[in-house]
């Protein structure tokens, strides 16, 4: 894990979820993923939409021409923990499908304008996860 990750998550943790610096007054959640090859768990901080019962992250990796690990990691293992605030629970990832991705997306770039940033930096379509609790 990055020293930056590691940081924010701290600071997450320490402050019933909210964090400054670059995240400040960003909705941001922690996902905990099994590495794809490694099988080894994976913690990211990444800035959510809440919609309806479910939380939507975007794959964004800042506009990079490629996917973030997490993203290949849910690929792989769509089973997931998430922590908001204060609250831990298991959730289930899924990949948004058009026209559905859309949609979402553009609810988070009104929400966090660097996301228009972030796709017209990259030609590939940036993917879009909805993670449900699981019952």
């Known amino acids: 894990m990055s020293d930056f990750n590691k940081q924010i998550i701290e600071e997450f943790r320490a402050n019933g979820g909210k964090v400054?610096?670059?995240f400040e007054g960003a909705t941001l959640l922690l996902l905990h993923t099994i590495g794809?090859?490694?099988g080894l768990e994976r913690i990211n901080?990444?800035?959510y939409l809440a919609n309806s019962n479910r939380y939507v992250v975007i794959a964004?990796?800042?506009?990079?021409d490629t996917h973030p690990d997490w993203y290949h990691?849910?690929?792989a293992n769509p089973e997931v923990t998430?922590?908001?605030g204060s609250e831990t629970f298991a959730a289930l990832a899924s990949i948004a499908a058009e026209p559905e991705r859309t949609e979402l997306y553009e609810k988070m770039e009104a929400r966090h304008t660097g996301f228009t940033e972030y796709k017209n930096k990259t030609t590939r379509v940036i993917p879009?996860?909805?993670l449900s609790a699981k019952s």
């Open 36 to 38: 794809a090859k490694s």
């Open 82 to 84: 998430v922590e908001v």
């Open 128 to 130: 879009v996860i909805t």
């Open 73 to 75: 990691n849910i690929v």
């Open 45 to 47: 901080p990444v800035v």
């Open 60 to 64: 964004s990796k800042a506009g990079a």
């Open 20 to 22: 400054g610096g670059f």
